[in-house]
């Protein structure tokens, strides 16, 4: 059935909570159905061109054909959109370190889109002269307690140099350890 592989690589991505491998074998499959329906297609228009007007037989096949190269490229490209937009709200939730998990998810041009975005949201930062990934919702309290999970180093805060060591806890400025436990090397104690 025409469209069947589009639909599946919608399914997967729907069922998935965050963001699956990319499915470059299933895009692929995309590609080459779609151009198996312009063979016919194209046969159609210029061998029976004079009779398309009359004859509701051909007129069908030409829909049929081009309405199924529509929804295949209608499937890719929500795919790929859809990746996409999971791409920027992850950049969003965790911060410019992407993980290791999602970086193998990642194909070579998400890869490539994701570090052109990253530098495009660092230079509107610098030139506005405000992150605009420190906080995602209005802080309660102006400092936080948190506990260390992955060794930190040292931190520079207004008080001074503060070590992080894993499994101490911490009193901290909120914007000092805000990367870090979107990173998650810290943990937030509430």
């Not at 829909?63 to 920027?88: D, H, T």
Request: hydrophobic share 40%.
């Amino acid at each position: 059935m025409h469209g069947r592989r589009g639909a599946e690589l919608l399914e997967e991505l729907r069922k998935t909570k965050w963001l699956p491998p990319y499915s470059e074998s299933g895009i692929r499959q995309i590609a080459a159905e779609i151009k198996e329906l312009l063979e016919p297609f194209l046969e159609i228009i210029t061998a029976h061109r004079a009779s398309l007007q009359n004859d509701p037989r051909y007129i069908s096949g030409v829909v049929v054909f081009y309405r199924s190269v529509q929804r295949n490229k209608r499937c890719a490209l929500a795919y790929l959109m859809n990746r996409l937009r999971r791409i920027v709200a992850f950049r969003w939730l965790f911060g410019q370190a992407a993980p290791a998990r999602l970086d193998q998810n990642l194909s070579g041009a998400e890869r490539q889109f994701l570090l052109k975005y990253n530098a495009l949201l660092g230079e509107y930062c610098d030139a506005v002269g405000l992150d605009l990934t420190a906080d995602q919702s209005p802080p309660r309290d102006l400092y936080v307690e948190v506990r260390v999970i992955a060794d930190c180093g040292d931190i520079l805060t207004e008080a001074g140099p503060v070590a992080l060591k894993p499994g101490t806890a911490h009193f901290l400025k909120r914007t000092d350890v805000e990367h870090l436990i979107r990173q998650g090397s810290l943990q937030h104690i509430l």
